[in-house]
């Protein structure tokens, strides 16, 4: 594929929309997560009851005006890049266009309700917005270690799905449909309220017996929820632990290595560091 | 005994439905399995009220299906094993024995929700699922650092339980039955329900000083979850330390291993590991 | 004071009651444990409502029996002591007393719930039974652990304390009377409800504003509740680290020292560790 | 400016007032937080409904006397400092004039409840109380490493309301106004109550599908507790065992302390530690 074939206007907008690195392109990115913040502000107050009848024409013009700023910017994203193909048919391609449409759709008429489900699409453009983390150097670490620890936490996951419906079963033949627990998935739904000490209180036992139960549930689950924190701790203790070494200057006469971050001789021959 | 009595299509049988090394005995775990599952869902589905009385036949015939495949792996299991008594009495005999049984009692008659409850004891079967972690290699350690802090998350809950009867007195004596307390047991049910943050509210303080003893309770129980974390997390830090160091050199002479990093010398038998 | 007045038979009883190093020692606490269980049991069964009323004969005898073998053992711990008044005006002397006091005053008549209420204070002798964490080893190092950290924990506890109160506050001026806030004791019982992640749900924000300031409350405590963790489990951690160390060996001939357990020869020098 | 013209008694006065180092000075900061925790104590009873009104003399008399101490803090305050402006103007300053002005507004008239809530402002003076911390040593080590984690936490708590904003309007879509969920806020607001652990029940799933997205929610929220404790407790850990390793050696040298355990020679100036 030629590179020098495109023009500088387009590359330079490429620069600009697709990567963060110059003033202009944090600059667009910014604005940009301005627009996607502000659009699920408008999704949110318009789903509050009376809001909509009472600010209706408000609603109707920002919704035109950021459904425009969508439109443009995509648009931009097929014309600069080198295989839209590929962009149009990618996860943030595909969301991208689904946050435009559904205001073009509602002038050909259709039903509010889904075309306000589908609108509640755009809540997936806040996935952009985790790209401010990048700004933040610390996240990179905190998914490492959680990526270290997943097999661990899956496992564990595991183990207390299956707990949870063995439980749930047990508490539903126990304690009947006429407590609350209409079924085994409700049952099951019930015990993963509880060993979560979430506990809502929508079901909860009446019998003694049940009332046992759940306390040993109850008490696991309070035990438990060790084994998780247990996992990602020691992963991120031994980040730390792999990290602290930070000083990697050697001595050049003894070799001795570990040394103190303000240490000018080495604490093993005596001999200074830098020379 | 003499192994050699055995005959060749048994000891393949033995291996394909015991052992799981073999390609054939992985996809008779894996098929298990699957059935398994699908035993469970059904039982749930058929608890959901309404679903048994619609699909009566959709269920009467998967029941039977999957009852008659039980029994056949059940038979087969007693066949090709050396001592069946051992394999008919152990734990997983009996629930392999319980899981084919209410289906033909159904057709003696029966109690339909005797028998209901019988079936669910198929759940039990779900342990076997359990063995699907023997894929992953991470249950192991995360049982093993379980194992070890067992001691200490027992004394505890120990200390836990001893609380909650002692609070639960307490509480029954000052909120009283008017208030939902009506006996010690359910005021050490509803200490344990808030010591370990659950929370259901179907019963709660309401006088001033049961609130003011609800909230002492609450901060205990708030503070005293970091015991169990603490406790397991720091078994699992030394179990990731104790890993690290020891290595997997050799010894040339006797064939010990797990010699410390630095080790010049065989521990066992005094012998230098490189020459 | 003669030491060598006491008659032997007062100091075998002595031994038996208070200590627990002879066999004798551990049969009288263990048979005193199960008394205390049982009298525990039986105050916790006539709190059931109905209870009381059906068995009235069998609990009237069964009181009657712990009442007098407590009334003996009281009096056995007053002869066998050297000073009587030290036991008798003690925590546990007092308890010892309050627990028999009950069941002869009902004798004289008066008020059954008050003396329910007197009766329950026997659950004091509860501690007694934490007395068998002596008999398990790991109970001290849990103790020291939290008691190192305690001084942390409390600062942690304070903070939360002074949290909630403003919180709470504001909370009552947000939803106010109308909305279950009644006062603004009761906005920060809800408060530290909330904060500890409970969650009764017998108050709960109405107003959008409130379960705004509710929602920052709850991720606070959910954050915050990494404090007492942290804090117990690195000193825990700190704990089993000074503990790894174990095995103190020196070898005779280069005095290098960390040898694994079960090393035989030094992996330094290679000569035999013990001769 | 010229220091030595201030008057010897002004300078007392300050040392009193605003430092804690002399006996005078610890004597006028406990003074003053036992005044300011009782005035907390009568907002809070004088909100309880119905003592207002039953004790409405015993409210008045202590409601003046407080803040005519108050007022006369207020003025020595002033008085003693030597630039009063910068006081006044500050956070302290600005509260401690607030929580006099209530009482007096009182006499001139105006709206009861109003004025309550200007005297709720009283509240704010508890961070005073915070000072008392500082005369336990923990605290600051707390705070350390608190902030030490506090970009990592932050990341953290954007993932957890990113997370809740998605999942919530998901609920609001899925159970809809007829079960409670009226608006998408509301969702949002139903979501951190369940991820959090919370779950007051005020309002609850009810569809299936409700129930099933809820439950892997919870899983969720009580699988990522994790991330803060981890965090915090590897920032403790680390705190820690950077306590441990240096040494109290001192350089003959040149009084450099803090020395690796093994060092044998100064990091500092190169010489010999032991000789």
Known sequence: MAQTNIPSWKSKLHEIIYEADTPAGKAFDIGLLLVIVLSIVLVMLESIPGMSDKYYWQFYTAEWIITIIFSIEYMLRI????????YIFSFYGIVDLLSTLPTYLAILGGGHNLLFAVRALRLLRIF???KITRYIGESN?????????????LVFLYAVVILCVIMGTVMYLVEGPENGYTSIPTGIYWCIVTLTTVGFGDIHPVTPLG?????????????????????VTSEFSRASANEIPVNTQVCPYCNETKHLDKAEYCHNCGNPLNE
């Open 79 to 86: 014309i600069v890049i080198n295989r839209p193909t590929r």
């Open 128 to 130: 952009r917005i985790l």
């Open 141 to 153: 670490r905190l998914l490492l270690a959680l990526r270290n620890s997943r097999a661990k936490i």
């Open 211 to 231: 009332q046992f139960i759940a306390s040993v549930i109850m008490i696991t689950g309070y035990g438990i929820i060790a084994v998780p924190t247990g996992i």
